[in-house]
């Protein structure tokens, strides 16, 4: 196991506001990392820190081997990054911003033309190239910056909610590039989303609210540890079953006639199913989601 | 650096509003002195022969020295949109030397703001000769040109560091907008500095871009002056040259080409510093 991110105390303030209290993680090479937080968690401030964009008022990192604050030329050499915004310039097309950009990374003339071809390739833009990027749609801007952040082929791709803003379709078609990155090339993949089913692809989370980490382990992990699977029963009498799971004390509310009781494990709503069989109408066992794990450990929703 | 220069270029010829904006004060100048303020000078004169060359190439002398701000201005907007666009974001994420990066910034507002100010010359020249004047003589295109290197060199400077200051598109609009109205005045282009009062004459003597001004007007009002000066004694040429901003006085000492040319690279050298500072400042 090789961690290409480190991070030991990290802190940034702003003025009063405790942006980034302190936090401690790794990122393993060739994974992909899912960060999530709700608005104003943090998670921006420590992506512009490790990304050499703010000075940490304290505490260490290291990204693709090299120490931020010391070595930011060779972090920045390194990592690629699609910004939440577009980063490049409207009226030039596509081709002319990645020269431009490209240009930044000390390449001779002919390995930057084979670096732009390569990541006109990867991020499928050939077809938009001598269009300027205003008349773009958004997934063929979005495509056109991931191709700007793979033109110096980056061990570490920073992704600030890649696909946010998108249609379905267009975000399926971002989706799948982002994974293919980590696959095929072995990328490492640093993403923050506020979609929970692309968080739920991630080998590893690390969730953050208020300036601290809250949690960190793969999504099975953060499952199992934060979030309750769920009994949904109707019952043909209802008091019958209120008196049942009274006798047995287990915890359970009633919405609209439904009863909801939860569970450890799914598994354990075998017995009671088998004890009330004939007092049920209905039944749902629903496992629990990465929302109810953010929801818990936040105290809100996703979108908030 | 020239790939950053060269793209802000690109950038700037490309959304015409720039260059639409960039000669904004040029032609409310040029409007203003075709419709009116032209036939007030004139009329003040009206006894000198040739007055209309004289003026319509004191008018253009003084526009030459006004691009070379506004132009410069508009090629730095550039740099304000990135900035409130956060594309700087990206270069900084990127291993990019700052100094190629702001370096980048001046040699595209110097370009820019040469180009313009040489498209404008020539214009400008046109304008004189239709209007039934001559055309200036080789050696005074090359004087003219060298000055108008001088000028963008020194307000550059002047609008880098104004513009380093501005973190905003609405402040930067702002700083435009007044720059765009008074720099008319500051250059002593709409009235003659001669015909100001004694306190607004020196905010006109001690603004570094009247001296571009008078640089520029020395060399083309010459040939003019030769024609309907013939016989006019040395103290009426001075008058008239201190009346018209051709050259200062400060108390009893009066400029020369060479404290002019002083004061502008002065100026240069100055506001490079002081822009240095606040860039350096920003970085941390």
Same mark, same amino acid.
């Given at each position: ?247 047995? &004390? ?55 | ?7 802000? /270029? ?9 260059? %639409?904006?960039?000669?904004?004060? %040029? ?23 040739? %007055? ?111 513009? &380093? ?38 905010? /006109?003597?001690?603004?570094? %871009? ?64 002081? &822009? ?9």
């Amino acid at each position: 196991m090789n961690k290409i991110i480190e991070v030991n105390g990290l802190r940034k303030s702003f003025g009063e506001l405790e942006a980034v209290k302190g936090i401690d993680f790794y990122v393993e090479q060739g994974s992909m990392f899912a960060f999530l937080g709700p608005n104003g968690a943090g998670k921006s401030t420590t992506i512009d820190m490790l990304t050499t964009q703010l000075e940490p008022d304290g505490g260490e990192a290291s990204v693709g081997g090299y120490r931020l604050g010391k070595e930011d030329d060779g972090i920045r050499s390194s990592i690629g990054i699609v910004f939440q915004d577009s980063m490049l310039d409207r009226f030039l097309t596509v081709k002319e911003n990645l020269f431009v950009r490209g240009s930044f990374y000390k390449l001779t003339r002919k390995e930057l033309k084979a670096a732009v071809a390569r990541a006109v390739e990867v991020a499928d833009v050939s077809g938009f190239l001598d269009r300027p990027y205003g008349k773009l749609s958004g997934g063929q801007r979005r495509r056109a910056d991931i191709a700007r952040a793979l033109i110096h082929a980056p061990s570490v791709l920073f992704l600030d909610e890649p696909t946010t803003g998108l249609d379905p379709q267009t975000r399926k078609h971002v989706w799948t590039t982002i994974r293919q990155l980590q696959k095929e090339q072995g990328m490492t993949i640093f993403l923050t989303t506020h979609y929970m089913e692309e968080a739920a692809q991630a080998d590893y989370i690390t969730l953050m609210d208020h300036g601290q980490l809250l949690a960190k382990g793969t999504p099975s992990e953060l499952k199992d540890r934060y979030a309750t699977d769920l009994l949904k029963l109707i019952p043909t009498s209802p008091t019958e079953l209120a008196q049942y799971l009274n006798d047995r &004390s287990l915890p359970h509310t009633v919405q609209g006639g439904i009863y909801l009781i939860p569970l450890k494990r799914t598994i354990d709503a075998l017995p009671l199913i088998e004890e009330c069989k004939g007092n049920i109408t209905g039944i749902e066992i629903v496992s629990g989601s990465l929302d109810d794990v953010f929801l818990n450990l936040t105290g809100t929703g996703m979108r908030a | 650096m020239n790939v950053i220069a060269a793209r802000n /270029i690109k950038l700037f010829f490309r959304d015409r509003r720039n260059v %639409v904006m960039s000669f904004m004060s %040029v032609f409310i100048i040029f409007g203003l002195y075709i419709l009116f303020l032209g036939d007030t000078l004139k009329s003040g004169l009206s006894d000198m022969p040739g %007055v209309g060359f004289i003026l319509d190439s004191w008018v253009m002398a003084g526009i030459l020295a006004v691009t070379s701000v506004t132009a410069t201005l508009g090629a730095l907007g550039i740099m304000v949109e990135d900035r409130t666009q956060n594309i700087l974001k990206d270069f900084k994420a990127a291993p990019i030397k700052r100094y190629d990066l702001v370096g980048g910034y001046l040699l595209s507002a110097f370009t820019i703001g040469l180009l313009l100010s040489l498209v404008t010359f020539v214009l400008a020249e046109i304008y004189i000769v239709l209007q039934g004047g001559e055309w200036l003589p080789f050696a005074a295109w090359i004087k003219v040109i060298g000055l108008i290197l001088l000028s963008v060199l020194s307000s550059s400077s002047i609008v880098f560091f104004i513009t &380093s200051l501005l973190n905003s598109r609405n402040s930067f609009s702002t700083a435009g907008t007044i720059i765009g109205t008074l720099i008319g005045f500051l250059t002593g282009i709409y009235i003659p500095i001669g015909s100001l009062p004694e306190p607004v004459q020196w905010m /006109i003597k001690l603004f570094p %871009v009247s001296h571009a001004g008078a640089l520029i007007r020395s060399v083309m009002v010459e040939q003019p002056m030769q024609a309907s000066f013939t016989g006019a004694s040395t103290e009426m040429v001075q008058q008239f040259k201190l009346e018209m901003g051709v050259a200062f006085q400060y108390g009893s000492t009066i400029s020369s080409t060479a404290l002019s040319i002083g004061v502008l690279l002065g100026t240069t050298v100055l506001f490079y510093l002081l &822009s240095i500072m606040v860039v350096s400042k920003k970085a941390r």
